[in-house]
């Protein structure tokens, strides 16, 4: 398979900011309006803090506000839901997102729950889960809706075409599988209990890839000609690059795949850097539709 072949998820994304900025320079210039992203981190995960200091170095690039809120691991939930309260009557404020995982003290759900579904960027409030399945103007998922841009870019429509997501969380498997469905694909949902799930992977033409098991999806899994969506973020042990060095993976096993798929994207750089995109994304949209502002396709 040819490099030609391979979805670079890093320049799409590039392309997509680009884009974000542009429209963010003419919601400032003909609207006086600037988007604003707060951004909050409970307790001091080193994987979150590098995503949470990447979100807001992306969002001030874009020429939006970036508000960042870093609490303390034992903060109660009270306090928190107090924070998202404040947030939620805030008008620089347009998209909220609350970096998951939360520690154990405090409910996820209701944390979720607590902010205002149209300043929901991440797309995880069931109010924006259910306008998502029922066709309604939505927040979609982040990471989800990279993969759906992503594919329309490879294929164009993808109306009738047979796709087969692996996973079923609520993050990025079911979302996943409302899209495209809403792109009228013939949609199956495969997981750890899927019987035959080899020959189940075999028949898609579009193969999505989110269970988090390191290199679990085989070339002889894959369809020839697929298109391949590794959504995977695995780190294993690399010892080829020396004592206790690693290396990132997805959940595909891109050296056999590689030669199968007619298109697939890598881990790193396929679907990693779409999704602070369509975060950035999702914060102009909310701030559009918040003030009534006709909305341009992007």
């Known amino acids: 398979m040819s490099e030609s072949n391979i979805i670079d998820g890093k320049a799409f994304a590039a392309r997509l900011r680009e884009r974000v900025g542009n429209e963010v320079k003419t919601l400032k210039a003909d609207h006086g309006l600037t988007p604003g992203l707060a951004v909050v981190l409970v ?51 347009h998209g909220i997102l609350v970096q998951l995982p939360l520690p154990d003290h405090i409910d996820e759900s209701k944390v979720l729950a607590a902010i205002n579904p149209d300043k929901d960027v991440d797309g995880f409030h069931v109010i924006n889960v259910g306008r998502l399945w029922t066709g309604a103007d939505a927040m979609v998922p982040c990471t989800p809706y990279g993969c759906i841009l992503m594919l329309k870019d490879a294929l164009g429509d993808l109306s009738g075409k047979r796709a087969l997501v692996l996973g079923r969380s609520n993050i990025v498997g ?11 694909c013939t949609v199956t949902i495969a997981h750890s209990r899927t019987k035959d799930l080899e020959t189940r992977c075999r028949e898609a033409d ?22 391949v969506i590794d959504v995977g973020i695995n780190r294993i042990d690399a010892p080829e690059k020396g004592e206790g060095k690693t290396r990132l993976v997805g959940d595909v096993d891109f050296a056999e795949a590689r030669t199968v798929a007619g298109a697939i994207t ?3 750089g396929g679907v990693g850097p779409m999704t602070i995109a369509c975060l950035l994304r999702n914060t102009l949209v909310a701030a559009r539709r918040q003030k009534g502002i006709q909305a341009t396709d992007i």
């Not at 690039?61 to 939620?88: P, Q, V, Y």
């Not at 079911?174 to 009228?184: G, H």
């Open 206 to 227: 579009i193969l999505v890839a989110a269970v988090g098991r390191p290199e679990m999806v085989k070339g002889d899994w894959i369809k020839p000609g697929a298109t």
């Open 43 to 93: 307790g001091e995960d080193p994987a979150s803090q590098v995503y949470v200091r990447s979100k807001g170095k992306q969002t001030v690039e874009t020429g939006m506000e970036s508000f960042e809120h870093k609490l303390d691991a034992s903060t109660a939930e009270a306090d928190l839901l107090g924070l998202i309260d404040t947030l939620n009557t805030d008008d620089r404020v």
């Open 174 to 184: 079911k979302p996943m599988a409302a899209l495209l469905l809403a792109e009228s």
């Open 266 to 268: 890598p881990v790193p």
